[in-house]
């Protein structure tokens, strides 16, 4: 029988009929900048796409994006994205890189420009053959942290530990993170960590937290509207290149006596192959350095909390990584291969509490979203943190449950959290490695609990961080 032909596809929407979240773009901005909108930016996401559906327009000040949520437009949106990918850049990092004469990092850069330095650096930072390079210097790490616990388990008679975990998870990735880079350890892990590290972590926390109200007014503007905000802006920074310096000038000064024999970091190697040059390498390693520490950190604090007021999913991977271990002793990049519940633990993770709450791009070409043409050069949006939790996307989305990343279901382009493509995170192999060996060494030895079931409230402060940080109870496991 003669099949009805195909109803033809609508002919897409005109871009104009896209919903939009609010009228005046400025009116946007002051209800945004009085009720503070911009830590609960990834709640008003969420708030939008359930009132105005998967797409919707928004225009906050000189800001306009169209946002959408789910993964078949995400897909879309990448399929246009060309071989030079763009995101909105950060106008008070550019100027404050032109105020100082220093080089961008790829995380600025655009075009050729970026896409020359980010193969060169691909093969080190995030290759395969460059990640089982670092690997074996995370995992020392990671047992540093381990006998930090331990040792001050040991100081009190009750055999556990109840501690607010924020500060010593800031010093583990920037530990680990330093010590892959720069083949060096600070000595955060110790008794007494050295002050002028501290001083690091708290400059990038800083800026950080100066980036945010930054983000949606041109900085010109910002310098004389609020004059103190740029100033610890500004002042941030410069701590920040001041501490990478110190440590890129120690590695230079012994490459320049006589190049290491063996692997001595991420750094070192750049400096070997010489294909950047040296102000490059600088303000690469330099983004590395800051980019390492909050956005490593969170995830784990999280992880905890969930496997703490999740003891079965916790029980598991334990069981998980006992068995892993009984394989005998291996290369360390297949125990962690052999370990699929510890690396879905780190997606679900990621699904619920994405540290970066969107990913960007301007299409090349005309793109159609949910049946609406979008032109070519419009900034669009997937809001990660609305998707996570969206049940269209996930079933029982409120439900901590690693295993539904190892079920037959199609997940593709539901797993964004490091970005896609040639411009998804650099750091996304040394961010994974670093916190899969923290947890498999950590769950190994200690059991963790927590006494508040609720859920964490989050902020976003350029990053997604609690509100306030989980007390966790460390118990040894005998
Ligand atoms: C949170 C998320 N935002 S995103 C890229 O998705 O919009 C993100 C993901 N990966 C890395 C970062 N970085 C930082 O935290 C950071 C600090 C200081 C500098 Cl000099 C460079 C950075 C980068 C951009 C590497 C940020």
């Not at 991977?317 to 052999?338: C, D, F, T, W, Y």
Request: hydrophobic residues 40%; proline residues 6%.
């Amino acid at each position: 029988s003669s099949t009805a032909p195909a109803p033809a596809p609508a002919r897409p929407l005109p871009y104009e009929a896209i919903p939009r979240s609010g009228r005046n773009a400025w009116l946007n901005l002051l209800r945004f900048w009085r009720s503070n909108s911009f830590q609960r930016f990834h709640l008003v996401m969420q708030r939008n796409f359930q009132r105005y559906g998967p797409i919707y327009r928004e225009t906050v000040g000189t800001y306009n994006c169209v946002n959408v949520l789910l993964p078949r437009d995400a897909a879309q949106l990448f399929q246009s994205e060309g071989i030079f990918p763009r995101r909105m850049g950060i106008e008070s990092w550019v100027a404050h890189r032109r105020l100082r004469n220093h080089k961008c990092g790829i995380f600025l850069l655009n075009g050729e420009e970026w896409r020359s330095d980010r193969l060169i650096l691909n093969k080190e930072v995030i290759s395969p053959a460059g990640t089982r390079k670092f690997l074996p210097f995370l995992n020392a790490v990671a047992q540093d942290f381990v006998t930090l616990m331990h040792r001050r388990i040991s100081k009190n008679t009750r055999r556990s530990l109840t501690i607010d975990l924020y500060g010593d998870l800031f010093r583990f990735t920037l530990e680990a993170s330093s010590y892959a880079l720069y083949g060096e350890r600070l000595g955060l892990l110790e008794e007494s960590p050295n002050a002028e590290s501290q001083r690091f972590i708290s400059a990038v926390e800083t800026m950080l937290r100066t980036t945010l109200p930054l983000l949606f007014i041109p900085p010109g503007l910002m310098r004389w509207v609020n004059t103190k905000l740029w100033r610890d802006h500004i002042e941030a920074w410069d701590t920040i290149f001041k501490h990478a310096d110190k440590c890129i000038q120690n590695i230079y000064q012994e490459f320049c006596l006589g190049q290491p024999r063996k692997y001595s970091g991420i750094m070192a190697e750049l400096l070997m192959q010489a294909e950047l040059p040296l102000d490059s390498i600088k303000a690469n390693i330099t983004e590395f350095t800051a980019g390492g520490v909050d956005t490593t950190a969170m995830p784990l604090l999280f992880t905890l909390f969930e496997l703490a007021r999740n003891p079965s999913v916790q029980t598991a991977i334990r069981r998980e990584i006992a068995e892993a271990e009984s394989q005998g002793p291996r290369e360390l990049s297949k125990v962690l291969n052999s370990m699929p519940l510890l690396k879905s633990t780190l997606k679900e993770t990621l699904r619920l509490y994405p540290v970066g709450i969107t990913v960007q791009r301007y299409p090349t070409k005309d793109v159609v979203l949910q049946n609406y043409c979008v032109p070519a050069g419009t900034l669009c949006q997937v809001g990660l943190y609305a998707m996570g939790r969206s049940p269209e996307v996930f079933s029982n989305p409120e439900r901590y449950d690693p295993l539904r990343w190892l079920s037959k279901e199609d997940n593709s382009f539901k797993a964004l959290a490091f970005g896609f493509g040639a411009r998804q995170c650099i750091g996304r192999r040394l961010a994974e490695t670093e916190m899969m060996l923290f947890l498999m060494h950590v769950l190994r030895n200690f059991r963790i609990d927590t006494v508040s079931k609720a859920d964490i409230k989050t902020v976003f402060g350029f990053i997604l961080m609690p509100e306030k940080p989980p007390l966790l109870t460390f118990r040894p496991i005998d």
